[in-house]
């Protein structure tokens, strides 16, 4: 059926016109706010095409269930900024019926895009705050307001993420555990972060494995100038940021059955965890006691290093070594013991 030359456009089809409407509707849903020459350019049509279409949409919709049109049963746009020549659509029809993310869920993901925006790599990308703006405009209700603040890094996250992107070996001393330092020649393949302490996992060439190093213990990095020999693809990383596939200790942990999530990496999803009365125990395998004994010494009445006894002795050196930090308690300040 021939439209009326009237139409937007001059389209000689109906069909013509419905195509262009179907495209329009998306277009103007997908820039929230867009000037009437941005879409008539976009379109390749007149400005008078563009504001006869908007006028045609804003009396659009779908019957109610009596088969009448109330007003949410139209589409509607800003009156007032269409006679300033912008188009920005306020209600939808029939297209916004779909499943949206509840405001909770829409602050989660985009909280998750803030964080991922403050990492150095990622400063300034435009594409975070894009999908961010999308996400709250697709929630059910307003997303709360959520501040993530930049994640803590110091220079040697930079120099590692220039050797990822460019394929190249890095060189340092790394410090264990006892504090004895050891020169490295790695391939890296990857960074992780585990609350505020980041980890590189690499290839290490004198171990021929793959290891994990904390980034505060690494010193004189540099990045060589030889490819690496090892890259992601090729190699399998285990999704446990601590992996102890390797050179391990079997620790056994007593812990309150509610402090399981607090542990974290430390007892991996699959762990077998027993009762012995009203406590839970597991048994685990770390590469080292330094970040075991700082963390349960953090949750001090919660768990506790039950075996072997070298761990519960590195525990209980951490505690004393961390309250000989703090001055020694005087008459004005007492020890917690004496409080």
Known sequence: ?????????????????????????????????????????????????????????????????????????????????????????????????????????????????????????????AAYSSLAAKLARGASETPSQLIVSPAATNDSFARIGDALSRGMQLEFDYRDSKGQSEHRRVDPLRLDSDDDDWYLRAWDHSRESVRTFRLDRIDGLSVTGLPIEHRPSDVALSDSLFDTSGEHTTVVLEFRPEALGLLGEFVPEGTRVTRVGELSRASVRVAHFHGLTRLVAGLAGVARVVDPPEARQAVRQWAVDARAAYPAPTDEYPSIANA
């Open 1 to 125: 059926m021939s439209a009326d030359q009237n139409t937007p456009g001059g389209f000689h089809h109906a069909q013509d016109k419905l195509t262009f409407l179907l495209s329009l509707v998306p277009y103007l849903i997908q820039q929230t706010q867009v000037s009437v020459s941005d879409a008539a350019r976009h379109f390749g049509v007149s400005q008078q095409t563009i504001r006869e279409a908007v006028l045609l949409i804003a009396v659009s919709g779908v019957p109610g269930s009596d088969s009448n049109y109330q007003h949410g049963d139209l589409f509607d746009i800003d009156w007032d900024a269409f006679d300033e020549n912008e188009i920005i659509i306020t209600q939808l029809v029939a297209i916004d019926d779909s499943p949206r993310f509840s405001a909770r869920e829409a602050s989660a993901l985009i909280a998750g895009l803030q964080y991922l925006q403050s990492l150095p790599e990622n400063v300034d990308s």
